[in-house]
């Protein structure tokens, strides 16, 4: 299996879990300019980013080309227990995408 | 032989089908798609009213935008956005002086803390504009970064 290009951790401290995420994206907005042909490097960027606590979306997150390289998100949310599954997913403007679980710890 | 590889294929294309149909079938917050116009509009006030139907927003002291003064890199500005107001249904991050001012915006569940941390692109000096959505009311903040390296196309 290949690797995921996202890395994320959640973590359970009194009733909120903190969830952070990074994901491995070139993120191109499009107005770049390839140095040696002088042409336009075509935009390729994370359009949406879904993350789902036990199946229930809790962030949506709609992301424009001006999100950084290589994307973090971190976002907060109650009614979470220890050992609860996390789901993050992205799809970007190409219709590429990718997705990860992990447990809260 | 033929008839073995046929089968494989016709296997593996069924298999994407199942994959691309589970994928349209995740719940979603929204069912509003990608805002296309918003993220591509050019001014500040197109950009939310794009986004929330209003351009109108309330100024708050109520939201924390946590950035740093002065970035050294453009390309990598970490920006993080809290509020106190209750019933947050969405935060955008709007960088002012960008080509495309919207950067992201984050719908919420109601579990959700009114609280987004990530890290954007500024291309040169400008304020960052965080918007709140919060119990049908628009309300805004901003915050002064200012940039020594662009981080669009430098």
């Known amino acids: 299996m290949a690797k ?38 075509p935009a390729h960027f994370i359009q949406e980013v879904t993350c789902q606590h036990n199946g229930k979306t809790v ?30 997913s992205w799809v970007d403007n190409k219709g590429e995408k990718d997705s990860t679980s992990t447990k809260i710890k | 032989m033929q008839r073995r590889s046929f089968l494989k294929g016709t296997l593996a294309g ?9 994928g349209l079938l995740q719940p979603r917050l929204v069912l509003a798609a990608w805002p296309k116009s918003a993220f591509e509009a050019k001014a500040v006030q197109d950009a939310v009213s794009g986004l ?17 003064d ?21 935060i955008g991050v709007l960088v002012e002086k960008n080509p495309t001012p919207l950067a992201a915006n984050f719908e919420l569940a ?3 803390k009114g609280y987004i941390s990530t890290r954007i692109k500024m291309g040169k000096t400008s304020s960052v504009i965080a918007i709140v959505v919060a119990g049908g009311k628009t309300y805004s ?14």
């Open chain 2, 110 to 112: 109601p579990n959700a």
């Open chain 1, 4 to 41: 995921s290009t996202i890395r994320a951790r959640a973590r359970l401290k009194g009733d909120t879990t903190t969830v952070k995420a990074l994901i491995t994206h070139k993120m191109e907005t499009g107005q770049r300019k390839d140095k040696k042909t002088g042409k336009l490097i």
């Open chain 2, 52 to 68: 929330y139907g209003s351009a109108e927003s309330t100024p708050s002291s109520d939201i924390t935008i946590k950035a740093p």
């Open chain 2, 70 to 90: 002065i970035a050294e890199n453009g390309a990598v500005v970490p920006v993080s956005v809290s509020t106190t107001l209750g019933n947050v249904t969405s």
């Open chain 1, 59 to 88: 962030v949506l997150a709609q992301w424009g080309p001006a999100v950084s390289k290589n994307p973090y998100i971190s976002y907060q949310f109650t009614g979470a227990a220890a050992g609860d599954t996390i789901i993050i």
């Open chain 2, 14 to 22: 069924s298999a994407v089908a199942v994959a691309v149909g589970a």
């Open chain 2, 141 to 154: 903040a901003r915050k002064e970064v200012k940039v020594t390296i662009g981080g669009c196309g430098g």
